[in-house]
């Protein structure tokens, strides 16, 4: 005869109660003699119980028992011989709008919260005990926030992403990895979310703990210099280009081999310190030729177009006027007009 049995019809991947049985088994389940007995059960649910108490998918035969305990569903009461019956209510009938469970034979019912207990008792007339939800405090893993922003093609070896989720998988390490691309994903993993491109990624990356570019080869990877300006270390291969950009292994990032086949996981789940990056110095102010430039537009097709609100004329490098009239090309003209700044006086 067993001293407690738990039956739940469903097990489900999520959900409250799943998430209640697995704290009566890890609080409860040492010490004292705990049945699961269910009817359907997700096989993640099942195997983290089973590590606990044991189980047993219903199959038809009477269970004897001290304590038996429903929640919601009681369909096997009739096959169960026990000294106490429980019904566990866990959810605010009343809000709900469903009729409030009625069964005869249960003989102490138990709500999670007083407002459970008060809804309960309004509906049926029937005293409901409180017992709060047991919680055993878990001291959670640090989440890494991944983030890259790549092509999908041969160069950028998109296999290596697999095998850097694979490994944070086998260590379980928990993880986020957000993939912005516009490219077709390669695989998938409940860790990688495939986004869409977008400007502003860098914004993103200020807020992940690394960025990730694992190429076969790069000539001067933007986005990891982008990365590292913001203060976001990286995680790359050893293409030549992330040495020569700056990227220090252990200080502002992480080099991998090309193989992926030595991947320090335990270093990058502790992190690395704050670092200042400066990025090579470019030489373009040399190379481009200064000043303004002296071309003139020839508006004899041109339109004019009167300012309704004063702004800096990058034509003509001037502010504009309330009222003002000029000449502008039929497209400028456009432009103007969809930005509420001017509209096109009619012809004369």
């Not at 003509?316 to 432009?335: H, L, P």
């Amino acid at each position: 005869m067993y001293n407690n049995v738990f039956y739940y019809s469903h097990l489900t991947s999520i959900g409250g109660i799943e998430t209640w049985l697995w704290n009566i088994a890890k609080k409860y389940g040492p010490d004292h003699d705990i049945l699961v007995v269910y009817s359907y059960a997700d096989k993640a649910q099942l195997r983290r119980l089973q590590r606990l108490v044991p189980t047993m998918k219903y199959n038809g035969s009477t269970i004897q028992c001290k304590k038996a305990f429903f929640c919601y569903d009681a369909d096997i009461i009739d096959h169960v011989e026990a000294e106490e019956y429980f019904l566990v209510v866990h959810g605010d009938y009343k809000a709900l709008g469903y009729p409030a469970p009625k069964l005869p034979k249960i003989t102490r019912v138990l709500g999670v919260s007083q407002i459970v207990c008060d809804s309960y008792k309004e509906l049926t007339g029937r005293d409901c005990e409180l017992a709060y939800n047991p919680l055993v405090p878990v001291k959670p893993r640090k989440v890494l926030r991944l983030i890259s922003a790549t092509r999908i093609s041969p160069e950028k070896a998109p296999e290596n992403f697999k095998k850097l989720a694979d490994a944070l998988d086998l260590a379980r390490i928990p993880f986020v990895w957000d993939i912005y691309t516009n490219g077709t994903p390669t695989f998938q993993n409940p860790s990688v979310n495939w986004k869409a491109p977008r400007l502003d990624v860098v914004d993103f990356m200020a807020a992940a703990d690394y960025f990730v570019m694992l190429s076969k080869t790069e000539g001067e990877p933007y986005a990891m210099i982008e990365a590292l300006s913001v203060g976001t270390p990286v995680i790359v291969t050893d293409f030549e280009a992330a040495t020569e950009a700056g990227v220090k292994n252990g200080v502002n990032g992480f080099i991998l081999p090309m193989s992926m086949n030595e991947i320090p996981l335990e270093a990058i789940q502790k992190g690395l310190k704050k670092f200042k990056y400066t990025a090579p110095a470019d030489r373009w102010d040399e190379l481009l030729e200064p000043g303004p430039g002296t071309y003139l537009e020839d508006l004899g097709d041109g339109v004019d177009v009167e300012c309704i609100a004063t702004f800096f004329d990058m034509q003509r490098k001037v502010y504009t006027a309330i009222g003002e009239i000029f000449r502008v090309s039929q497209e400028r003209a456009d432009q103007l007009v969809e930005a509420k700044v001017a509209v096109i006086c009619p012809e004369v």
